[in-house]
C-alpha cells in the first residue's frame, strides 16, 4: 500500500519565481491538505483540497494556491517567492467522510528561496 | 493566536522511564485530538489519536490523556527507548468549518538517553 508521495524532494528558487510542488495522496484517499513547516515550528494549514474543490484555507496569501485532480493528487503553487516561503511543505491525505479522518503525511518538499 | 500550545520546547529522559509530554489547546470545538513523531527529513507519522468523548487511548507503549475541562492532553510512553528520540507534534481537528482541518502545536523534542 503506497503511502503519501510528493515531488520534488529538494528545490532551490530565487525570489520572484514561481514554484509547483506535487502530492499523491495514499491509496484510497480522497482529501488532500498542504502545510508550510517553518524552521522550529509546527505545520501551518495551507488549504484543503477534496472533490477538485479548495474547502478550507489557513492564514496564506493569494499567492499560494492549489489544485487537486480527478485521480485525487494535488499540486500545491507558489507565485511571487519571498525568502520567508523558505520552509518544509508537507501534504496530508485522509478520508473526508471517515469519523476519524486521521491524516497521514507525506515525507514533505524542503524550498530554499533565495 | 496559538490554539495548540506545546509550551515544553525539549525533554530528556532516561532509557526505560516514562516521557510525558503535554499539550494544551483553546477551543472547546476541537473534536480530535491527535500526536505525530517526526524524525529529521521526514514527514510526521502518525502515533496515537483520542477523540473528545473519551479520556484516555491506549495503544502499546503509548497513552494518551485527555482532560476536556482543562483543555489538555498528554502523551505518556512507557518505558521509553532511543528510538523514540524525536519531535512529537499534538493536533487538533476544527470542524467549525464544515470540512475539517488540523491545527498544530510547535512540538516538543523528546530525547531517550540510553
Known amino acids: 500500500d503506497a503511502g503519501v508521495t510528493q515531488s520534488p524532494t529538494h528545490l532551490i528558487k530565487t525570489r520572484g519565481q514561481q514554484v509547483t510542488l506535487r502530492c499523491s495522496p495514499k491509496s484510497g484517499h480522497d482529501t488532500v491538505s498542504w502545510y508550510q513547516q517553518a524552521l522550529g515550528q509546527g505545520p501551518q494549514f495551507i488549504f484543503q483540497y477534496y472533490e477538485e474543490e479548495e474547502r478550507q484555507r489557513g492564514n496564506f496569501p493569494d499567492r499560494f494556491s492549489g489544485h487537486q485532480f480527478p485521480n485525487y493528487s494535488s499540486e500545491l503553487n507558489v507565485n511571487a517567492l519571498l525568502l520567508g516561503d523558505s520552509a518544509l511543505y508537507l501534504c496530508a491525505s485522509s478520508l473526508q467522510r471517515r469519523e476519524r479522518g486521521t491524516q497521514y503525511f507525506g515525507p514533505g518538499t524542503r524550498l530554499l528561496v533565495l | 493566536d496559538q490554539q495548540v500550545k506545546q509550551n515544553s520546547p525539549s525533554l530528556s529522559v532516561q532509557e526505560g522511564r516514562i516521557s510525558i509530554l503535554n499539550c494544551d489547546y483553546t477551543?472547546?470545538?476541537?473534536?480530535?485530538f491527535l500526536w505525530y513523531k517526526k524524525y529529521p527529513a521526514e514527514g510526521p507519522t502518525f502515533l496515537i489519536s483520542?477523540?473528545?468523548?473519551?479520556d484516555k487511548n491506549e495503544d502499546g507503549r503509548f497513552t494518551v490523556f485527555l482532560n476536556k475541562s482543562a483543555k489538555h492532553l498528554s502523551l505518556h510512553i512507557v518505558p521509553s527507548q532511543p528510538g523514540d528520540s524525536a519531535v512529537y507534534f499534538c493536533?487538533?481537528?476544527?470542524?467549525?468549518?464544515?470540512?475539517?482541518?488540523?491545527?498544530f502545536g510547535t512540538g516538543t523534542r523528546l530525547k531517550v538517553l540510553a
Open positions: 477551543n472547546s470545538m476541537f473534536d480530535y
Open positions: 483520542i477523540s473528545s468523548i473519551k
Open positions: 493536533a487538533a481537528r476544527d470542524l467549525t468549518s464544515g470540512t475539517y482541518k488540523y491545527i
